[in-house]
């Protein structure tokens, strides 16, 4: 089944071609962009809201990452401090006794006691040379933790900068989020109240049954005033006509001229 569908596939594309050139990868990606927009807006706002939402959540773990990052580098930038501190006590103290030695050597004589011991002038020297040769490798050590401890300094104050940023965009992204989630619900509010419903929900269907009824009440109305009005019967109701007065007064005017009429042919 694989293979026959890998057999298809290459047939479209084989056919898209042939049939369309160079254009074809263009066509191709514009159909799948259509069909991905599509897609996307059949989507529910709601739902993207609530995605929105745990994307925002989601940065907490790198945030808290980022934290351990810069609490473990602040703890490491310290202890090269107390590195650099202890190195330059060492140094002072060594450049305080090269410093005597030189100062000894320089007086020229052939032995010199130090503690109880006596020494030649060139145990002296020996010991000054190894001394100073220490001594510049040790203020080498130190330039160089130095240096180190400037360059953790600022690697430090970017890293505090980038969560800083970090802490910020996600303040910004949780009122952005609720400030569309605010908006989605006065749309909704006045989809509620509007006469044109865009939406299938309960609030929806209910108003449908309540049109649905009126409209079934209106006929049953129609009917029963319908069935009041008799076919046979006059219409008492009728529009008088605008001679009205004078019709009954000529009718009323002439009627006993034929009453007596009748008498005498009795």
Same mark, same amino acid.
């Given at each position: 089944?694989?293979?026959?569908?890998?057999?298809?596939?290459?047939?479209?594309?084989?056919?898209?071609?042939?049939?369309?050139?160079?254009?074809?990868?263009?066509?191709?990606?514009?159909?799948?962009?259509?069909?991905?927009?599509?897609?996307?807006?059949?989507?529910?706002?709601?739902?993207?809201?609530? %995605?929105?939402?745990?994307?925002?959540?989601?940065?907490?773990?790198?945030? %808290?990452?980022?934290?351990?990052?810069?609490?473990?580098?602040?703890?490491?930038?310290? %202890?090269?401090?107390?590195?650099?501190?202890?190195?330059?006590?060492?140094?002072?103290?060594?450049?305080? &006794?090269?410093?005597?030695?030189?100062?000894?050597?320089?007086?020229?004589?052939?032995?010199?006691?130090?503690?109880?011991?006596?020494?030649?002038?060139?145990?002296?020297?020996? &010991?000054?040379?190894?001394?100073?040769?220490?001594?510049?490798?040790?203020?080498?050590?130190?330039?160089?933790?130095?240096?180190?401890?400037?360059?953790?300094?600022?690697?430090? &104050?970017?890293?505090?900068?980038?969560?800083?940023?970090?802490?910020?965009?996600?303040?910004?992204?949780?009122?952005?989020?609720?400030?569309?989630?605010? %908006?989605?619900?006065?749309?909704?509010?006045?989809?509620?109240?509007?006469?044109?419903?865009?939406?299938?929900?309960?609030?929806?269907?209910?108003?449908?049954?309540?049109?649905?009824?009126?409209?079934?009440?209106?006929?049953?109305?129609?009917?029963?005033?319908?069935?009041?009005?008799?076919?046979?019967?006059?219409?008492?109701?009728?529009?008088?006509?605008?001679?009205?007065?004078?019709?009954?007064?000529?009718?009323?005017?002439?009627?006993?001229?034929?009453?007596?009429?009748?008498?005498?042919?009795?």
């Amino acid at each position: 089944m694989i293979k026959k569908g890998l057999i298809a596939t290459g047939a479209v594309v084989l056919l898209s071609v042939v049939f369309l050139g160079r254009d074809a990868v263009s066509y191709v990606f514009t159909s799948a962009c259509r069909v991905t927009e599509s897609v996307r807006g059949q989507v529910p706002i709601e739902f993207e809201i609530d %995605r929105a939402r745990r994307m925002v959540h989601n940065l907490v773990p790198d945030i %808290r990452r980022n934290m351990h990052v810069i609490a473990k580098e602040e703890v490491e930038v310290e %202890r090269l401090e107390q590195e650099i501190k202890n190195a330059e006590s060492r140094l002072a103290a060594e450049r305080a &006794d090269i410093l005597r030695l030189k100062g000894d050597l320089a007086q020229n004589q052939p032995q010199y006691r130090y503690v109880n011991r006596t020494y030649t002038a060139n145990e002296v020297k020996d &010991d000054l040379a190894r001394r100073f040769e220490r001594f510049k490798t040790n203020d080498a050590t130190v330039a160089s933790l130095q240096d180190i401890h400037q360059a953790r300094l600022k690697s430090l &104050d970017a890293a505090r900068a980038k969560l800083e940023g970090m802490l910020a965009a996600k303040r910004q992204m949780e009122v952005d989020v609720e400030n569309l989630e605010a %908006r989605l619900k006065m749309v909704e509010v006045a989809q509620t109240t509007s006469h044109h419903q865009f939406d299938d929900s309960r609030l929806s269907r209910v108003k449908g049954l309540v049109t649905d009824i009126r409209s079934r009440l209106k006929v049953a109305e129609k009917l029963v005033n319908a069935d009041v009005h008799y076919a046979d019967e006059i219409p008492l109701d009728a529009p008088a006509p605008d001679n009205l007065l004078e019709q009954v007064t000529e009718y009323f005017d002439g009627q006993p001229q034929r009453v007596a009429s009748a008498v005498e042919t009795r």
